[in-house]
Nanobody, 116 residues
């Protein structure tokens, strides 16, 4: 079955960096667009970044442009999110997402906390 497992979250100071990973199983990510979302307490889940199947196309939320980089390694069936210049407002649970045959799949999420 389709499974997404995020890792790499943690507590860092403002200005620091983190690299999140999303390991997929049960399907080959090489066929699919992959995305990262985040949800802060009391807020709706929002799109952070997306990457096309080959990695040549990417899209970012305005709030993360220039600071975050989404990438993928189809040979490892893994998607990454490099987050630099982190701000307290980046604090949230970060989720990996894909849509396979019309069904959205989500990982369990990884907590990112940025201290000021």
């Amino acid at each position: 079955q389709v499974q997404l497992v995020e890792s790499g979250g943690g507590l860092v100071q403002a200005g620091g960096s983190l690299r999140l990973s999303c390991a997929a199983s049960g399907f080959a990510i090489s066929w699919y667009l992959m995305s990262w979302y985040r949800q802060a307490p009391g807020k709706e889940r929002e799109l952070v970044a997306s990457i096309g199947s080959t990695g040549s196309w990417t899209k970012y939320a305005d709030s993360t442009k220039g600071r975050f980089t989404i990438s993928r390694d189809n040979t490892k069936n893994t998607v990454y999110l490099q987050m630099n210049s982190l701000k307290p407002e980046d604090t949230a649970v970060y989720y990996c997402n894909t849509v396979v045959i019309g069904t959205h799949y989500w990982g369990q999420g990884t907590q990112v906390t940025i201290s000021s």
